[in-house]
Nanobody, 118 residues
Framework: QVQLVESGGGLVQAGGSLRLSCAAS????????MGWYRQAPGKQREMVAT???????NYADSVKGRFTISRDNVETIVYLQMNSLKAEDTAVYYC????????????WGQGTQVTVSS
């Protein structure tokens, strides 16, 4: 199994910055993609950013140019640097790990709250 622990959430004013961290542990050798998703109250969970083992990144249109995802392959830690935060970024942010070798397996962290005040 894979365990994911997020940190770095909090309260910030619009225009400010936060950096989220996600540490993966357990059977992590076959993880192919890690990423961040978010869910606001009454809304569906949406992809924010992903990064593959090869370093390819993908971002939601709403965060392009403001958020940056990066990965430490030695420690298996993924970061999300969030700049120019907006009120609509307020959500619970979840770390995700995807394993594609030997099947299709998704792992999720507990989530960390990000609140942006206007």
């Amino acid at each position: 199994q894979v365990q994911l622990v997020e940190s770095g959430g909090g309260l910030v004013q619009a225009g400010g910055s936060l950096r989220l961290s996600c540490a993966a542990s357990g059977r992590i050798s076959s993880i192919n993609v890690m990423g961040w998703y978010r869910q606001a109250p009454g809304k569906q969970r949406e992809m924010v950013a992903t990064i593959s083992n090869a370093g390819s990144t993908n971002y939601a249109d709403s965060v392009k140019g403001r958020f940056t995802i990066s990965r430490d392959n030695v420690e298996t830690i993924v970061y999300l640097q969030m700049n120019s935060l907006k009120a609509e970024d307020t959500a619970v942010y979840y770390c995700n790990a995807l394993k594609l070798v030997g099947g299709h397996y998704d792992y999720w962290g507990q989530g960390t709250q990000v609140t942006v005040s206007s």
